[in-house]
């Protein structure tokens, strides 16, 4: 015989019970970047990742950049990471201190 108000109570229970995330890692690689770059489309965000590869600046002024990885991510994905990053940042700014980063448009006051 089946305990009707056992079964719902135990449906119940798992509808309010968060899903286990299972990370696979198995086929995960590791890049290092000290360059981004990101633009959008109504569907997509593209964010670039790659490395300087310019000692100095010479004649000419020119910085080279080697790409080395592509992420495309749906609008939902890129709010997740930026709120993601946000808190990130907040927690590293509280333990080392303010990052000072110039904006384009601050860059171009300078």
């Known amino acids: 015989m089946v305990d009707k108000n056992n079964s719902a109570a135990a449906v119940e229970a798992g509808k309010n019970k968060a899903p ?3 990370w696979d890692d198995a086929a995960m690689q590791t890049s290092y970047a000290n360059v981004v770059n990101a633009f959008s489309t109504r569907e997509e965000f593209t964010l670039l990742f790659g ?3 310019t000692w100095s600046i010479g004649a000419g002024n020119n910085v080279n950049i080697k790409l080395s990885d592509r992420l495309i991510l749906n609008p939902l ?4 990471l930026w709120t993601l990053m946000g808190e990130l940042l907040k927690e590293y700014e509280t333990r080392y201190g303010a990052l000072e980063v110039a904006t384009p ?3 171009k006051e300078s």
């Open 77 to 80: 994905v890129a709010k997740r």
């Open 51 to 53: 490395t300087n590869q």
């Open 105 to 107: 448009a601050s860059a």
């Open 20 to 22: 286990t995330v299972n």
